[in-house]
């Protein structure tokens, strides 16, 4: 693990994610400066008190003065802005990164030059309740960090910051933007619509004078945990992922329609296979958080020094859902290019990895982490 204890962080926006990333970054990092910006006073006052942070920034450039990595975790319609204000007043060592959770729109308005320094970032974890009083350091323990480097990134810039993620204890995977956003309109952000809209009729229904929301039980609780949350943050999240949510809403209506068919057809056959279908999926994802430690492989790969490799090979493997617990890069030469070594566990893992590298064209070579010494 690198040494992150000398390394200055700037945060853009310290709310839940934001003050959780600070004080993460302070407790499993051991960082000793954390340069905090948000634009109201009584957040930065308390996520000083909190730890969140140690010194209150007065604007963006103040708070990137000196930082080797800048987060912004403003809502998702102002990260661009943020973002370009970062990039220009922050040192060319500066990595910079968002955690908004929306993609596509943000690394297309990028350019290239900015694509060196910048890679989207999206922790897949969080909380109902908002603010940085609700911070905590371990909110990204074990959690999908998605990474969404540009196809100018620097190598080294993407090193960096997949080995910060990791050290906070979350899980950094690289993955296109487009698909990105196609995913997280299907299990994020229509989650929020369903429990926002159940939670509205339930609320409109009032029969023989008691309220249906009077008789909600746990399973209602459940779907609508995350029922009313932030407002303003939800409405640009819908807005900005607005194609993609859409789409995976009428695709919801249609099958919702279906149920409603073989309800009144009594479809007895189609609705006792739909709940069938339902515990087997759902298995299947709990059984994927539970997953034992595995054997870890070393995928070595050789490649030229052009842009867009490393977002390639990394979005690749991160698509086919394999997790790169380390990696590093060794640049040979402009000529010769370079060695990329991945770290992947899995029993097959590393050879997928390679089957995966091959079909890029790559001539990638897996071995096993204990053969694989120092380098």
């Known amino acids: 693990m690198p040494d992150f204890s000398d390394t200055t962080v700037a945060i853009i926006g310290v709310g839940l994610m934001g003050g959780s990333l600070g004080l993460a970054a302070r407790e499993r990092l051991g960082v000793e400066r954390v340069n905090g910006f948000s634009r109201s006073e009584r957040t930065l006052r308390e996520a000083r008190e909190l730890g969140a942070i140690t010194d209150q920034a007065s604007s963006i450039e103040e708070a990137v003065a000196g930082a080797d990595f800048c987060f912004v975790a403003t809502p998702v319609r102002s990260v661009l802005d943020a973002v370009r204000q970062a990039l220009a007043a922050s040192g060319a060592g500066c990595v910079v990164t968002d955690m908004g959770s929306t993609k596509s729109s943000l690394m297309a308005a990028l350019t290239s030059e900015e694509e060196r320094r910048f890679i989207g ?38 090193e960096r ?10 899980r950094p995977t690289a993955i296109d933007p487009d698909a990105h956003d196609r995913i997280m309109a299907l299990v994020s952000h229509l989650p929020h619509i369903l429990a926002n809209s159940a939670m509205n ?50 695709a919801h209506v249609r099958a919702i329609e279906r149920f409603r068919e073989a309800l009144l ?14 515990a087997a999926n759902r298995d299947r994802m709990l059984a994927a958080e539970h997953l034992e430690p595995a054997d870890l492989y070393v995928v070595k790969v050789p490649v030229p020094d052009r842009p867009g490799v490393l977002s390639s090979v990394t979005v690749a493997l991160g698509n086919a859902g394999l997790n790169i617990d380390d990696l590093a890069f060794h640049r040979i030469s402009v000529e010769q290019g370079g060695v990329l070594s991945l770290v992947v566990s899995g029993g097959d893992t590393g050879q997928r990895a390679v089957e995966i590298l091959k079909g890029l064209g790559y001539d990638a070579v897996s071995i096993p982490f204990s053969s694989a010494g120092a380098g």
């Open 121 to 158: 970032g999206h922790p897949v974890c969080g909380s109902e309740t908002a603010g940085v009083a609700n911070a905590r350091a371990d909110l990204f323990d074990k959690a999908t960090y998605f990474l969404t480097p540009g196809s100018g990134v620097d190598p080294s810039t993407y």
């Open 161 to 170: 910051l997949h080995g910060f993620i990791a050290g906070i204890g979350a």
């Open 201 to 250: 009729q339930a609320g409109a229904v009032n029969l023989d004078g008691r309220e249906a929301l009077l008789s909600a039980g746990p399973s209602f609780r459940d779907l609508t945990r995350v029922a009313g949350s932030n407002a303003g943050v939800w409405t640009d999240i819908f807005i900005e992922n607005r194609r993609w949510l859409a789409e995976v809403l009428g």
């Open 265 to 278: 057809q009594e479809d007895e056959k189609f609705l006792a296979a739909a709940i069938a279908e339902a």
